[in-house]
């Protein structure tokens, strides 16, 4: 089973308040990069000025990555993942979320691993 982690990116830090505007993104992904992290997947959205990731690094360097979001102050939360190719065709999500929602199964995030045609 794969590890995923969810990632605040406004919300207290050690040093004050990181809001989720303009260069959050950049902001995390320059901390994640300068280690050599690569990042295989990943998701996200905001609502009313909260923003928050989904990211899925190479197995191998997970565990850096759990302690680099620590060390910079980054609110972080590590879930298990596991991933589901669906076809590309009108309800096969709805049907794979009705047999995960039937097992008692709550999804905390859905990254899209799609590769572009």
Known sequence: MRR???VALAGPTRGGFRTAG???LAALA???SAQGINIRAI???EIGGTG???LMVNDDQEDGLEQLLRSAGYTAVEVESVEVELEDRPGALAEV???IADA???LESIPDHRRPR
Do not use: D
Request: aromatic share 4%.
């Open 30 to 32: 320059e901390t994640i």
């Open 43 to 45: 998701g996200g959205a």
């Open 22 to 24: 303009p260069g959050a």
């Open 4 to 6: 995923q982690f969810l």
């Open 52 to 54: 928050g990731l989904a």
């Open 97 to 99: 979320a009705r047999r």
């Open 104 to 106: 008692g199964v709550n």
